[in-house]
């Protein structure tokens, strides 16, 4: 009687350059359709210099890949000291290999003197993430209507090679990092000789486009008081809606409301805290869903 050949084992393996392809087709077959196989694959690229090489990991069988857990790597300034934060992005296991999901995170939490962040844990995961000691991030965030209200005295700057020029120092770095990056979309509001750098994303809502979520500012006062600017630039390009986290524009606008179910995001290190905790270098920046 001829003998069956043992099944392959499930291993847990970094992703290198060389399974791009085959992430990607696993994450747009199984996780979000709506994205393409060669997006996936490139935004687990990160358009910045990145600490290590991989990718996060991935559980396969053989040749065969049965899950994902991407990760966004970076060099940021946590506690006042250079540190390794790594993103955690999208995880996605098969139904029938869901026993081995836990391994893909243990994986990524193996790595030591690590700030971890997870800024979209959906399902269970925040409360496992909480469980594993992350703390959640204050996400109040603003609804607000995108009126186009009169901006007199400001100009809107989106043509790349003049944000560049207008920028310097860390907001100079930080544009440079994303300007490739393909969810994140840049503009400068020019007021006399003051500017406030504005990156933001579009994002859908309940299957619904026409939103749209900030994703820094560099100067808060000047962005509010001249909110109209950026709500007409938004309606240009589809937005009537903003979503806004009051950590990152630091007040709620006249009109805006605040919504009652927020999105959880999160974080796990030594020495880190809320205030060293923002939405760059990240799947937000990445990846657009």
């Known amino acids: 009687m001829k ?32 994205v393409s196989a060669e997006t996936w694959a490139s935004a687990a690229v ?5 600490p290590v090489d991989d990718h996060g990991f991935l559980l396969a069988e053989g040749d065969r890949v049965v899950g994902v857990y991407l990760a966004l790597h970076s060099e940021r300034m946590v ?19 869901r026993a081995h999901g836990v391994r893909l995170l243990r994986a990524q939490l193996a790595r030591k003197d690590v700030v971890f962040t997870d800024l979209s844990p959906s399902g269970s995961v925040p409360e496992l993430n909480r469980r594993l000691g992350f703390t959640d991030l204050d996400t109040t965030t603003v609804v607000v209507p995108c009126v186009p209200l009169p901006a007199p005295g400001v100009r809107v700057v989106t043509r790349p090679s003049q944000i560049d020029a207008m920028l310097d120092g860390r907001d100079r770095e930080i544009y440079r990092d994303h300007r490739e990056a393909a969810a994140a979309q840049h503009v400068v509001l020019a007021v006399g000789g003051a500017h406030c750098y504005v990156m933001f994303r579009k994002v859908r809502r309940k299957g619904h486009r026409g939103f749209a979520t900030l994703l820094h500012v560099s100067d808060p006062d000047l962005l509010r008081g001249h909110l109209g600017a950026i709500s007409r630039h938004l309606l240009r390009h589809g937005v009537v809606v903003l979503l806004a986290e009051l950590r990152v524009i630091q007040h709620a606008p006249r009109l805006s409301r605040r919504l009652s179910a927020p999105r959880p995001k999160m974080y796990r290190g030594a020495g880190a805290a809320p205030e060293d905790i923002d939405d760059l270098y990240s799947e937000l920046t990445n990846v657009p869903w």
């Open 3 to 34: 003998q069956e050949a043992p099944a392959p084992r499930t291993v847990v393996a970094p992703i290198a350059d060389s399974d791009l392809d085959r992430v990607g087709r696993f994450l747009h077959e199984h996780l979000d359709p709506r």
């Open 46 to 50: 990160p358009s910045w210099q990145a």
């Open 79 to 97: 506690g006042g000291e250079r540190r390794h934060v790594c993103n955690l992005a999208a995880w996605c296991v098969l139904e029938s290999h």
